[in-house]
């Protein structure tokens, strides 16, 4: 899974070559601040594991999945914007 992620592009090129990745190089491969993945992390937008020994630690410790980074990256990408819809000619009668 973790090379069918690495093959999609150039999303993940950037990245260190390490199954995980900790959030300052996931900041860093996005050009945002540290506090700003961990938000995502927090959020449920970014997958990532708690890697501390104690879950209710004072500094989580977060560890994310390079795959996750890439499926994280295809979410967040600019796509094209749908055709707009072709209107009807309306069939009424004008009235003098």
Known sequence: MIQAASQ???????????PYLI????AEHFA???NRVIQW????????IHAS??????KPQYRIPREAVSD?????????????????ARNYRRIV
Not at 23 to 26: C, H, N
Not at 72 to 88: C, E, H, S, V, Y
Request: hydrophobic share 40%; aromatic share 2%.
């Open 41 to 48: 992390i927090v959020g449920g937008e970014l997958a990532a």
């Open 8 to 18: 999609r592009g150039e999303q993940t090129s950037g990245l260190p070559d390490r």
């Open 32 to 34: 945002v601040k540290t």
């Open 72 to 88: 994280f990256a295809d979410a967040r990408a600019i796509k094209a914007p749908a055709r707009p819809r072709r209107r009807r």
């Open 23 to 26: 959030p300052a190089e996931v």
């Open 53 to 58: 020994i104690s879950t209710a630690s004072l």
